[in-house]
């Protein structure tokens, strides 16, 4: 697994550099694409399906990324792409290609859909934390917010020393 974890990363810088990611950026975006062929491998072990393996490890890419992010301050697609590349079904693609050649209609249309169902899990997996993402954030620097966790903070306090 570690030798197929080092290749994803290999393949991931190796595409980075195609989109001038640059310097250490570089470097992080090998780590996601990493972590994202861990995270597909590691789910493997617990679904006998592959839709769901894909869903874990595209929400995983992306919360690593969203993190990431933030510390290198540079936008989340820089990392997000490039932590995607592991993940893209090809040979899905290719033999939903191959039966249509073949004309194996039933087998062209079974990987046919198998391929739609891994790129919407990939996409759901993206669209549900970064949504979540951008909510925490946003109620994170709202004025409501923080006047709410300082009353619940002071109430929590007076229960901690009345007890």
Do not use: C, H
Not at 63 to 71: A, F, K, Q, T
Not at 109 to 137: M, P, Q
């Amino acid at each position: 697994m570690f030798i197929e974890v080092f290749f994803a990363a290999l393949a991931t810088v190796s595409f980075a550099i195609t989109f001038n990611v640059r310097g250490e950026k570089l470097i992080f975006s090998g780590i996601v694409g990493g972590v994202s062929w861990l995270a597909y491998s590691l789910s493997l072990l617990f679904y006998s399906s592959v839709i769901p393996a894909f869903f874990i490890a595209s929400a995983i890419v992306t919360i690593v990324s969203e993190i990431l992010s933030r510390y290198l301050k540079t936008p989340v697609t820089t990392l997000l792409i490039s932590g995607l590349i592991p993940l893209v079904p090809g040979s899905s693609i290719y033999y939903t290609l191959y039966y249509t050649i073949l004309k194996d209609t039933s087998k062209a249309f079974s990987k046919g859909l198998e391929t739609i169902f891994i790129l919407g899990a990939l996409s759901f997996g993206i669209v549900i934390v970064s949504s979540i993402y951008r909510l925490y954030e946003t109620q994170e620097k709202s004025r409501y917010f923080r006047e709410y966790n300082k009353k619940l903070f002071k109430k929590s306090k007076k229960k901690i020393k009345e007890n």
